[in-house]
C-alpha cells in the first residue's frame, strides 16, 4: 500500500489550496482515507476523513473551510482548503485505513498505511 500526497505549498492567508492523496496497492474503495497535520513543535493533528463509505468528518478548526472528497476511479483522495489561516501552516500527511472505526475517526495510531507529507505555508 502506498500513498502520495501532493499540492502543498505557499499561500496568502485567505487564499486556497488542494491537496492530492494518490493511493495504489489496495482496493481503495475499501478504506477509509484522512489527513493529518503537523505543525512545529505540535503534535500530529487529525483534520479529516473520508470513510469508505463516502460520510465525512472534520476537526473543528477546519470545518466550513476544508472538503475532503474521493474519487475512487483515480484511487485519490482531495483536500480542498478555502480561507486559510495563518495556523493553518503544517505538513499535511494522508493516510489510509481499512477497518476505522467511528469512535477512533481522530485517532492517527487506527490508520495502518502513511504517505509523506506535503508543506503547506500560510502568510500574512
Known amino acids: 500500500v502506498q500513498l502520495q500526497a501532493s499540492g502543498g505549498g505557499l499561500v496568502q492567508a485567505g487564499g486556497s489550496l488542494r491537496l492530492s492523496c494518490e493511493t495504489s496497492?489496495?482496493?481503495?474503495?475499501?478504506?477509509?482515507v484522512g489527513w493529518f497535520r503537523q505543525a512545529p513543535g505540535k503534535e500530529r493533528e487529525f483534520v479529516s476523513v473520508?470513510?469508505?463509505?463516502?460520510?465525512?468528518y472534520y476537526a473543528d478548526s477546519v470545518k466550513g473551510r476544508f472538503t475532503i472528497s474521493r474519487d475512487n476511479a483515480k484511487n485519490t483522495v482531495y483536500l480542498q482548503m478555502n480561507s486559510l489561516k495563518l495556523d493553518d501552516t503544517a505538513v499535511y500527511y494522508c493516510a489510509a485505513s481499512k477497518t476505522l472505526i467511528l469512535s477512533s475517526i481522530r485517532t492517527s495510531s487506527q490508520y495502518n498505511y502513511w504517505g509523506q507529507g506535503t508543506q503547506v505555508t500560510v502568510s500574512s
Open positions: 473520508i470513510r469508505s463509505g463516502g460520510n465525512t
Open positions: 496497492g489496495y482496493t481503495f474503495s475499501r478504506y477509509s
